[in-house]
């Protein structure tokens, strides 16, 4: 028999983050005799009578809705349906490090706020049924050397295959599963059907095609490229803390404004880290609508005021009447030389200039800048392997307690392939394990329930 192997290592993001490391779980294997998981032909899973829960992508919110149903249901025969390799984003996450969940946010309401598309929807159960510590539980639970997704009967792991069509058949889903687009399709009938494809256009295909509509997918969570090519220079520079403001002018000429506080990186092509990817991630839309055009206006000393910076430049001046504006700055400033040239350059002061020859009000006009410092956006670039989408199916047109469809019954979906997408910092994949699980949950005990009152209609 196969195995499946992968692994979860430390996500470099927010150190509120909760991860998991290679010392903590070494490499996920899920071994034969384990029973874990197995590889088996569709027919295999649908012997007898029992029900088939069909799980259409073996991602994270997948594999957990999979492993939730079984659990709850034994006798359910779960088949997921993976085109590529199985938990693959996970793996890459981070660039090979992965957050599982974010420990930080526990309030329901903060952690909502962590989600531009799903916000608002969150503050209600959702959380409340499977949240951050529900999460880690769940892992600690089973070790946390995650061996992973631990259950007792075999949940059969397709992979290679696509399902391509899908329809409502007499109150079950036929589902039409090939190889590639020119392979022969096999039709496989599920009693429920389970779409957990991340952002991919075939969940967006299976969705549309079961009469659900679709918000037209757009980037999220991407650093910007800038006008400014003296930037290059300070490639690797990084800023603690920083106030960063997006503005955006649509085709109508309206104006958008968003707002971030947090830790900065200077890229060679422009601007990069936290505060940055969480700009990129509530603005996502808009930026798209925009053509990725707009301005970044930085505040590199959010926590003073530009009269206190004024104050500390005079001071400087008056300490350091001879010595050169190249050489020091104030202390209380915590800059590098390299961005204090950068101030300089562009504020068109000479490095060889002393500090006894700048006047008050270019000493002003240097905080002003240090306070206001506009940045020209000319588009986008990737952040590493991750790729998340801002759209999908709107969260109106399922039931939030239960995962379920509000169009056709026994069709559930979590995950991406929902209109929800969340910063960095393992709120994404929060969001699948909480989504997989109450879906997970539903199915199994939805089957659980069924069988019971056949016992006792026998």
Known sequence: MSYTSTRFIRHFGLSSAIACSTRDIGYLLITPAKQKLCTAAFPMAQKGSEELLAVVGGGAAG???AVRAKTVAPKLNVVVIEKGTPLSKVKI?????????????????I??????????????SFFDMHGPDDTMSWFSDHGVDLKVFPINRCVVLQTGKTVRTASANGGKFLLGIGKQATSPIEYVEADYLLIASGSSSQGFSLASQL????????PSLFTFK?????????????????????TLESVKRNVQQFTQVGPMLVTHWGLSGPVILRLSAWGARDLFSSGYKGTVTVDFMPDLHIEDVKSMLSRHKLQFLKQKVSNSYPPEFG????????????????????????????????????????FGITGKGQFKDEFVKAGGV????????????????????????LNVDGVTGGFNFQNAWSGGYIAGSTIGTRVSDAHLRGLDLA
């Not at 490639?235 to 997006?246: C, E, I, R, W």
Request: glycine share 10%; net charge neutral; with cysteine.
């Open 63 to 65: 594999f957990y809705g």
């Open 93 to 109: 996450s981070g660039g090979g490090r992965c957050n599982v969940t974010n420990g930080h946010c526990v309030e329901k309401v």
């Open 111 to 124: 952690l909502a706020e962590n989600y531009p598309r799903g916000h608002k929807e969150f503050k209600g």
């Open 211 to 218: 009469g659900h509509s679709i918000i037209d997918p757009v």
């Open 226 to 246: 800038t006008l400014d090519p003296q930037l290059a220079e300070l490639s690797g520079v990084t800023f603690p803390k920083v106030n960063a403001k997006l």
């Open 335 to 374: 800059l590098v030389k390299r961005f204090w040239k950068y101030i300089l350059d562009r504020q068109g002061l000479s490095g060889d200039d002393l500090w006894s020859s700048i006047p008050n009000n270019t000493l002003t006009s240097v905080a002003f800048l240090l306070k206001n410092c506009d």
């Open 394 to 417: 709107p969260l109106s047109e399922i039931s939030l307690n239960t995962m379920e469809s509000k169009i056709h019954s026994d069709l559930f979906l979590a995950g991406e392939v």
